[in-house]
T-cell receptor, first 115, second 112 residues
Framework: AQTVTQSQPEMSVQEAETVTLSCTYDTSENNYYLFWYKQPPSRQMILVIRQEAYKQQNATENRFSVNFQKAAKSFSLKISDSQLGDTAMYFCAFMKDFGNEKLTFGTGTRLTIIP | SQTIHQWPATLVQPVGSPLSLECTVEGTSNPNLYWYRQAAGRGLQLLFYSVGIGQISSEVPQNLSASRPQDRQFILSSKKLLLSDSGFYLC???????????FGQGTRLTVV
């Protein structure tokens, strides 16, 4: 079974600074998908960024980028120029494949952006 | 575009009462649907997922059950609620082409 580990329960950073959230996972699969989701105080889950394991290039979405290390099974999220609206719970998630597959989440990192 | 509706938003139920949470999806057909529970300050625990009408996979033995009576409808139920069933329940649709998960707005269930 796949597991996803987020070792940082809470983090805080000053506004405009850069912060990196860690995620490691365990799988025997070669092809899979990794995600970062954001859950603001409204509790709505929002997809931040997605990475396909077969792609060597790290995914980027505006101020959000990932450092995907397949051999190390590591998938960290970097938030540049952090904004107050980035304050939220961030979940790392793993999916073995599309189709009849489940999405497994880590326990989350609570990120607070300090004004 | 795809949207997912979940209701009610909040629910307070006494111990031993029944439960029915409903989730519906628009803008897609034959979606993979999921029920997750999020305990306070914790991650998301997968409860059930369904890849089609009448097809339910249970991840964790518990007091809850799920049903998929229609293609775009997913229901979470209980015959008799326990205090430990309190939590935040999220319904999700996961796209099979991109793997993105679209979540409902969640139901805060408090069993008293």
């Amino acid at each position: 079974a796949q597991t996803v580990t987020q070792s940082q329960p809470e983090m805080s950073v000053q506004e405009a600074e850069t912060v990196t959230l860690s995620c490691t996972y365990d799988t025997s699969e070669n092809n899979y998908y990794l995600f970062w989701y954001k859950q603001p105080p409204s509790r709505q889950m929002i997809l931040v960024i997605r990475q396909e394991a077969y792609k060597q290039q790290n995914a980027t979405e505006n101020r959000f980028s990932v450092n995907f290390q397949k051999a190390a099974k590591s998938f960290s999220l970097k938030i540049s120029d952090s904004q107050l609206g980035d304050t939220a719970m961030y979940f790392c998630a793993f999916m073995k494949d599309f189709g009849n597959e489940k999405l497994t989440f880590g326990t989350g990192t609570r990120l607070t952006i300090i004004p | 575009s795809q949207t997912i509706h979940q209701w009610p938003a909040t629910l307070v139920q006494p111990v031993g009462s029944p439960l029915s949470l409903e989730c519906t999806v628009e803008g897609t057909s034959n979606p993979n649907l999921y029920w997750y529970r999020q305990a306070a300050g914790r991650g998301l625990q997968l409860l059930f997922y369904s890849v089609g009408i009448g097809q339910i996979s249970s991840e964790v033995p518990q007091n809850l059950s799920a049903s998929r009576p229609q293609d775009r409808q997913f229901i979470l139920s209980s015959k008799k609620l326990l205090l430990s069933d309190s939590g935040f329940y999220l319904c999700a649709w996961i796209g099979v082409y991109r793997g993105e998960a679209f979540f409902g707005q969640g139901t805060r269930l408090t069993v008293v």
